[in-house]
């Protein structure tokens, strides 16, 4: 199949007249979602989950999103950055063509990040071995896993370009800068950038600061934060690459 993504942007005031205020990244809901990724709202996909959410893995609305933004889009290939558990990994690959790849970007057991990446990220960094949903799955086979520290990795170990990029690794000021630029460094020209925990100061402060950085700055602009009151909430983050 075809590979599609998005023509034209949603313009700030066009989301909400008092966003002439801000950068972004601007709340959207389920409506302006449709409208940017025409005939998502009829998209189907198939997921396979578990009765309870690990903590620190993504919503089931997430997952739903994510699903159903892959299987729209038809990328050939997609980058996850932090594998965690595989879950996302496994629900984004069975989305797939099978001559499409999934590449997901995990921290070694016991290996301590080079950045910054202290307080709650350091819950999760991986001490050993982890058991990852799709191991042993036909999904495995559309997945390849490198097991390395982001701030190691730039696009010369990556000979492809990527359609659609998932940011969900150490969510540190310093790692969301760097696996951004990573990201954007191994992009294709139109492809989707997505990052994960926005608006969740609290905990991953690095994730707002930093997009909100670069919405001020004009860098990365515009952003879309899927949620909004009433309806969607996730704390999830669009950038279409390249489409002004």
């Known amino acids: ?11 700030p005031l066009e989301i909400d007249p008092m966003n ?10 389920y409506e302006h979602l449709f409208k940017l990724f025409s ?9 396979e989950v578990g009765s309870m959410i690990e903590n620190g893995g993504i919503s089931y609305t997430e997952l739903t999103i994510l699903a159903a933004l892959t299987r729209w889009m038809c990328p050939k290939q ?22 499409a790849e999934l590449v997901t970007l995990n921290l070694p ?4 990040p ?5 307080g709650w990220n350091a819950r999760y960094f991986p001490e050993t071995e982890p058991s990852l949903l799709f191991e042993g799955r036909p999904t495995a086979n559309r997945i390849k896993q490198i097991r390395e520290d982001s701030a190691n990795l730039s696009a010369e170990n990556f000979p492809d370009k990527f359609d659609l ?5 150490s969510h540190s000021f310093a790692y969301v800068e760097n696996d951004t630029k990573l990201a954007l460094s191994v992009a294709n020209d139109q492809a989707i950038i997505i990052w994960h925990d926005y608006g969740k100061p609290a905990h991953w402060a690095g994730v707002t600061e930093y997009l909100h950085r670069e919405g001020r700055e004009g ?9 909004h009151r009433g309806g969607l909430e996730t704390s999830l983050v669009i950038y279409v690459h390249g489409v002004k």
């Open 1 to 11: 199949m075809t590979m599609k993504f998005p023509t034209t942007l949603l313009t």
């Open 78 to 99: 997609t980058l996850e950055i932090g594998t965690f558990n595989g879950w996302t990994s496994h629900n984004l690959a069975l989305q797939l063509e099978d001559d």
């Open 39 to 47: 005939g998502l709202d009829r998209q189907i996909v198939p997921l």
């Open 109 to 112: 057991p016991g290996q301590r």
């Open 219 to 227: 860098n990365l602009y515009p952003t879309y934060w899927l949620h």
């Open 20 to 29: 002439y205020e801000f950068a972004g990244p601007y709340e959207i809901g």
């Open 114 to 118: 080079r950045l910054e990446s202290g």
């Open 165 to 169: 990029i998932f940011i969900d690794g």
